[in-house]
């Protein structure tokens, strides 16, 4: 009599081994955190001093917005300046921009000022809707 080995039949297996994949993730994720400080370094900058050549512009087609030594904030529109809130600025520059939305616009910063107020003034002229700022420097 000849033994008849049962023989199951398996059921082909849907799932992929995910393990290289995971392994390959992790290699991208420890080149890309090494590389990533790399590419954020800074420039030793000394402002508001600068050795450049001044932009050709009309001075009566740009937006001057300023802060002084106190803090204080001002904006030439049309050659008048006032001292005003970093509020009233914001709203300001969002209207002149409305009309004009090309309108280039510049910061100029007292050199004793702290870094975070022009920073605070750059963040609320890109809150008005400016697509970019210029920083202004006076020449060696």
Not at 28 to 41: D, E, N
Not at 65 to 72: L, M, P, R, T
Not at 81 to 99: H, P, T
Not at 119 to 137: E, R, S, Y
Request: glycine content about 8%; charged content about 25%.
């Amino acid at each position: 009599m000849l033994s008849r080995r049962r023989t199951k039949r398996r059921k082909p297996v849907a799932e992929i081994n995910v393990v290289p994949y995971i392994d390959v993730m992790l290699v991208l994720l420890v080149i890309f955190m090494i590389t990533a400080p790399m590419l954020t370094q800074g420039v030793d900058v000394e402002l508001p001093n600068a050795n450049a050549a001044p932009i050709e512009n009309d001075e009566s087609d740009v937006l001057v917005a300023s802060v002084d030594k106190d803090g204080n904030y001002f904006i030439d529109i049309g050659g008048e300046q006032s001292a005003i809130s970093l509020a009233d600025l914001k709203d300001r520059v969002s209207k002149v921009l409305a009309q004009n939305p090309r309108l280039p616009i510049l910061v100029r910063g007292d050199r004793n000022v702290p870094y975070g107020e022009v920073v605070g003034l750059m963040v609320a002229l890109q809150g008005a809707g400016a697509p970019n700022v210029g920083l202004v420097t006076e020449p060696e």
